[in-house]
Every structure is written in C-alpha cells, then in structure tokens.
C-alpha cells in the first residue's frame, strides 16, 4: 500500500533531525587554539545543564577537548558563515584557523577557550563524559555559562535578528523562519 511518506537512505537519517543551528566549536591547549564547524550538536539536559557534539576523532578539535577537558559552542549565524566555512575546510593542526579566517574572539568567562565575537551566542563547557563510537567521540560537556546577542534572545531566539545558520545536509544551509507562539 502507498503511504505517504518516500523512504530516506539511512546514510541521510541524521538530516530528519539534525536542522538546529550548526555550531561552532572552538577549543585551546597550551599555544593551540582552534575553530571547527560542527553540525552534531545536541542538548542532553536542562538540570544539570549538559551539551554533547560528536567529533570525528581524527579533527585537531577532539585532540584538543581532551587534552583540555573544555569548549565552547559557538551558535553560527549570517555574519560568520563564511568564516565557519573555511574553519571546516582545513585541520587546525597546520592552519591558525582563527587568524586566517578573520575570526573576533573573546576570552571566555568559566573556560580559557576563546569565544566567537559575531556568532549569535555561546556554550562554555567542561567535559564530564566522553563515548568513543568507532571514529567519533561525543563529548558530553557541563554547560558553566551560557550568552546570547543582545536583541537576538528573549528566552528563546527571535529568528530575524539571531540569524542563525542551519545545516540541512552536504553543501546546504537554512535560515529559519518567523517564529510563532502556540497556543
Ligand atoms: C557545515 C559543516 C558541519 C560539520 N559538522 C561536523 C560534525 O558534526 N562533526 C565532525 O566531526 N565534523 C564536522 N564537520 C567537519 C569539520 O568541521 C572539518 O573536518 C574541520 O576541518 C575539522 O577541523 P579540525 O581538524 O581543525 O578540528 C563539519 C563541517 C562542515 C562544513
């Protein structure tokens, strides 16, 4: 019988679900400092407030989450796309990506890892857990302080002025539309 749905090649599984904003992860050890795209990024809880992303273990950004056991996830918008793209184009291991791409950074609150000036808002995190799954960690972070542009949150994000950027699979992005209120 038809139904009304087309079946999705389970290789493209995560698309159905993974349209919230593509993160930007910057991280620091010792001299290092680094900043990575990364569109699996996901809340674990709000009491304790806890965030988890999977990274590829071979990105400069695994080895540098756990030699420092912190990061920060840096919400992407319309002003950093670019930069957020070139920062997922090439390994931190051999480029100072926040130096070539242009970058803004500020010293972060709780954690010594640099956050992004233009993105429209910031996790700090410290790791309290991390799962190895065959090539990727998802490193499981305590969310220690949370900021959001100023005019761009009031409790929840005004599309219009967050901008925020979304990964819906392979070379496309999404900007969200209006929000609305249910009843
Ligand atoms: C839009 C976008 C989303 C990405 N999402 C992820 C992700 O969720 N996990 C991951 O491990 N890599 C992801 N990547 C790939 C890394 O960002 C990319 O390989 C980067 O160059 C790694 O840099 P590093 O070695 O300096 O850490 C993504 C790349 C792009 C462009």
Redesign the pocket.
């Known amino acids: 019988m038809k139904t009304p749905f087309k079946s999705v090649p389970l290789k493209q599984f995560y698309r159905l679900i993974n349209h919230g904003p593509?993160v930007v992860?910057t991280?620091a050890s010792g001299k290092s400092k680094?900043?990575?795209?990364?569109?699996?990024?996901m809340p674990v809880n709000d009491e304790p407030p806890l965030a988890a992303?999977?990274?590829?273990d071979?990105?400069?950004?695994?080895?540098?989450i756990k030699k420092s056991g912190e990061f920060a996830i840096n919400v992407a918008n319309e002003a950093i796309l670019k930069e957020?793209?070139f920062?997922?184009?090439?390994?931190?291991?051999k480029?100072d990506?926040i130096k070539k791409s242009g970058l803004s950074v500020i010293k972060g609150k709780k954690i010594k890892v640099p956050v992004l000036k233009d993105c429209a808002g910031y996790l700090e995190c410290r790791v309290i857990d991390s799962i190895e799954y065959g090539g990727?960690t998802v490193f499981v972070g305590k969310v220690l302080y949370a900021a959001a542009k100023r005019g761009a949150f009031d409790s929840c994000w005004v599309p219009e002025k967050a901008k925020t950027v979304h990964?819906i699979g392979g070379k496309f992005?999404a900007f969200t539309g209006s929000r609305f209120q249910s009843e």
């Open positions: 593509c992860v991280t680094n900043a990575a795209p990364i569109a699996w990024a992303i999977s990274v590829a071979t990105h400069f950004t695994a080895e540098l957020m793209l920062c997922g184009s090439v390994s931190g291991r480029t990506k990727v990964h992005f």
